[in-house]
């Protein structure tokens, strides 16, 4: 499902070169919970960018469902984005003026969605989440879990194949934590591709798979072999 082949991104630095990626090469296949790990400059949010069509390699090939999206332009992207990624990013990204089932619609507006079917869309996903009958609330009346779970609904409604969920419990408390990795683990039980992106290695535990990053290179890649086979929810060990 995705493949990157000896994938460099370099930025200038006067007369020297950033290497955020140094020659990266990794396969995610269907179905997979993989997480991306690495501490702050590693290099995961560049990998992560380049998987989610919001940067493009400087040189290296990316695949994405056997298309070749690494010389796209913006416009290919941001249809490639719209149908084919869910996002889930650590600080929400909801518009405070849109209510919740506003907040989840709006990816679908942008797919020419009609307005009854991603109203259904819509309300489908926030009932997944369980948060369907506050859809006409607005975010500053939620907690920071319960708009995490909007954006999780919102990252879901357009039924994408791949979810790439960045530091998603960042801004949580340790239990709202669990609760959402433990609903990534759902959306993987379900088929859905999940990569998350973390520093944490509490929380790459528990995926399936670790993909270790630094310096811009894969320095290791390894099964989780103790979720391998488990799908059950991530206890609280404290």
């Known amino acids: 499902m ?3 082949e000896d994938v460099y991104k370099i930025y200038s630095d006067g007369d020297s070169e950033i290497r955020a990626l140094d020659g990266v090469s990794l396969f995610v296949d269907k179905g997979e919970f993989t997480a991306i790990v690495g501490s702050s400059g590693s290099g995961k949010s560049t990998c ?6 919001l940067d493009i390699p400087t040189s290296g090939k990316y695949y994405l469902n056997g298309t ?3 010389t796209m332009t913006e416009k290919q992207l941001a249809a490639i984005r719209n149908k084919e990624l869910g996002f889930i990013f650590q600080q929400y990204n909801l518009i405070a003026k849109l209510n919740l ?4 619609e709006l990816p679908l ?4 969605v009609s307005a009854s079917e991603r109203r259904k869309m819509a309300e489908e ?3 997944r989440v369980g948060l369907l009958d506050r859809g006409k609330k607005f975010p500053s009346q939620l907690s920071g879990g319960q708009q995490q779970r909007v954006s999780i609904a919102r990252a879901l409604a357009g039924r994408p194949p791949v979810i790439l969920a960045d530091e998603p419990t960042g801004a949580l408390d340790s239990k709202t934590g669990r609760d959402v990795i433990n609903f990534l683990r759902e959306l993987h039980s379900d088929g ?6 973390t520093h944490d ?3 790459a535990e528990s995926t399936n798979r670790i993909i270790r990053i630094q310096d811009g290179k894969i320095i290791s890649d390894e099964d989780n072999m103790k979720n391998v086979k488990t799908k059950g929810e991530v206890k609280d060990e404290s």
């Open 2 to 4: 995705i493949r990157l």
């Open 48 to 53: 992560m960018n380049i998987i989610g069509c």
């Open 68 to 70: 070749d999206v690494s």
């Open 101 to 104: 089932l506003e907040n989840v």
């Open 109 to 112: 507006i942008y797919r020419r």
């Open 125 to 127: 996903a926030l009932d």
């Open 192 to 197: 859905t591709s999940v990569i998350l992106i």
């Open 201 to 203: 290695n509490s929380i």
